[in-house]
């Protein structure tokens, strides 16, 4: 009796995760972080406080929560492939509106706007991001690993497309055309993200296991620690990524060197892919968070210390090569605890206390860069956020 032949697997996984990481490129990479290239010109151009500056980024993440807030609604009543594509649709084009406006008001709506179009986009493409690593087990860490290190992607354009852009339109609110060029970037990703959007929607979503705990739902308690300090990672880390280019111009640093700086971190978000997925997949408890946001703390101490260039340099690659993991934890957390099923819940609670931190982390830095101090008193704020976050996600233990 002839046997029928093996089904061969031919989904081009590696494929799929790139084309998904334009989600995280549009999402964080250039939604968010751009941001920070583009705040000294504007405060400069504007007359803006720290403060205020760094409000920018905290409408951006409260926009952000309130995007993670309405994401499982949104999930019950569309797919994930639909979301994926409305909500960078959506962050194109209110980057692109950012340009058109020069008091503080409509720019803080629109980065709030831009901020929820964004959650949708990277919730959704980190949900079919663990979805692809579920079909393919061995690899799941690295597949996660490639889509959140689109961010980099993200990173790097911005880091090499805004100052030239910026040195072309040498007048008068030319950080504008900045803003535009940069919803044109996101606009080309959303165009490249309908292949994979198609495509994973016609694949099977991941079936729920039959092993003892299966049936196990997604608790707040269950979590508890983890998502503390997932708070404190969120309250630190983007006070580095908002104001570290502007401790460095305050430094002394040439253009040059800074965007030789921000492009060599996001080149190691891009690497830190390949770097965490062993310890990604390893770690079923807090470990992988704890450790990973513990190294954040020192990347991001060392601007605050020092402006030796070899130091400051070693500090970006190190926040470039670490923080994304870092999100990347927190999803293989929910998909080691947690059935399929579970796993939207669980990756949108994590977003929610992400986004809450965020709010926190800029506008507080800001202020108190604005007192005595400075922005190297703003990044040591950062640094102990971080580290505390540290501490409470070592205590979460495996379900």
Known sequence: MNRPAPTIDRTPYIRLALALSLGAAVSLGITRFAYGLLLPPMREDLGWSYTLAGAMNTFNALGYLLGALATP??????????????????????????????????????????????????????????????????????????YYGGTGLGIVISALGVPPVL????????????????????????????????????????????????????????????????????????????FVIALLREQGGSPAAITGFYA???????????????LLDRHRDGQALARLTALLGVAAIVPALTASWPLVLASGLLFGGVFLSVVASTTALVRHNLPP????????????????????????????????????????FSAVALWVGAALAWRQRAL
């Open 264 to 278: 060599l971190l996001g080149l190691a978000v891009i690497a830190s892919s390949r770097i965490w997925a062993g």
């Open 167 to 242: 040195a072309a339109a040498a007048q008068p609110h030319g950080w504008a055309w900045a803003w535009w060029a940069l919803a044109g970037v996101c606009l080309l990703a959303t165009a490249l993200m309908v292949w994979p959007a198609r495509l994973l929607a016609t694949l099977p979503a991941p079936a729920t296991r039959t092993a003892a705990g299966s049936e196990r739902v997604f608790r707040l308690r269950d979590f508890g620690f983890a998502l503390a300090g997932y708070a404190g990672f969120g309250v630190g880390y983007i006070g580095y990524m908002t």
């Open 73 to 146: 609604w949104l999930m019950r009543r569309f797919s994930p492939t639909g979301l994926l594509i409305a909500g960078s649709l959506g962050a194109s084009l209110f980057m692109g509106l950012s340009g058109f406006f020069t008091a503080a008001a409509p720019l803080l709506a629109q980065r709030l706007l831009a901020g929820v179009a964004s959650a949708l986009v990277f919730i959704a493409g980190g949900l079919l991001a663990a979805r692809l690593g579920a079909r393919q087990p061995e690899r799941s860490g690295f597949l996660l690993g490639i």
């Open 341 to 380: 099923a579970q796993w939207a819940a669980g990756i949108s609670a994590f977003t929610i206390v992400f986004a809450a931190g965020q709010i926190v982390g800029p506008t507080v830095v800001g202020f108190i860069a604005d007192g005595p101090g400075g922005l190297a008193r703003g990044l040591v």
